[in-house]
């Protein structure tokens, strides 16, 4: 004998009736949008996935164009991945690699070129800064001073400040404003860490513009004494 439902229940399943005929609609829609969202989720991962895969294996491409000294195969592949795969970490890298390989073949204009769209288009701030630094060093051997010093303007990230600060000096000393040169060499040499090989080089630099940076720092002792921290009241 079937049983019936009591009063209860039979009011509870009127208001989840009366409930879903209400707001099911809005329900079903945002399931809907819920589910569509992890979808399009994992379909973007895939997407990134697959992305990156091929773009590695373009990039093997270009390092055997480069490797080989094939520019015009390198030519054909870095323009292809820039189309292509342009927003991935290894298009940047193989930009960079082009880049040198364009300029230890001779091909200035190109190396600039590949210098320059890494630089203007990567997502990354390491990459970058990597390229800024070397296009500097390209525009900086070709004596178009001004043009380097606009590209080292602004901010780096905190790996490559003292790096850049070096090349301006460098820049500077070039054009004969020494006490400019000190002054961004000294930022460089305070930037970097003292185990830090390069740092010997910009101490190099900075001898030769007259100045000591061993001694125009100070000691530990005396850092420690002279800090804020330290200082007490001094009392009549």
């Not at 055997?64 to 290894?90: N, P, Q």
């Not at 001004?146 to 790096?163: I, R, V």
């Amino acid at each position: 004998m079937a049983k019936h439902l009591d009063l209860e229940e039979q009011e509870q399943l009127a208001e989840l009736k009366h409930f879903w005929k209400q707001y099911g609609d809005l329900v079903t829609w945002a399931l809907i949008a819920v589910f569509g969202a992890v979808a399009a989720w994992n379909g973007y991962q895939y997407w990134q996935r697959n992305q990156a895969a091929q773009a590695a294996v373009m990039y093997d491409e270009v390092e055997r164009a480069a490797l080989s000294g094939e520019l015009s195969r390198l030519d054909r592949v870095l323009a292809d991945m820039k189309e292509r795969f342009g927003g991935t970490a290894f298009a940047q890298q193989a930009g960079l690699l082009a880049a040198k390989t364009y300029y230890d073949k001779g091909r200035v204009d190109a190396a600039k070129a590949a210098l320059s769209w890494v630089a203007g288009k990567s997502a990354d701030e390491g990459y970058q800064a990597i390229a800024r630094l070397r296009l500097a060093g390209v525009l900086l051997e070709a004596k178009a001073y001004d043009e380097a010093l606009q590209l080292l303007a602004g901010t780096f990230p905190t790996d490559f400040a003292a790096l850049a600060a070096d090349r301006r000096g460098d820049i500077l000393a070039l054009q004969g404003k020494n006490n400019e040169a000190r002054a961004e060499y000294q930022k460089a040499y305070k930037g970097m860490d003292e185990r830090t090989e390069y740092r010997r080089l910009v101490e190099v630099k900075l001898n030769a513009l007259g100045v000591n940076p061993v001694m125009a720092l100070p000691s530990p002792a005396v850092a420690a004494a002279i800090s804020p921290a330290s200082a007490t009241e001094v009392k009549p």
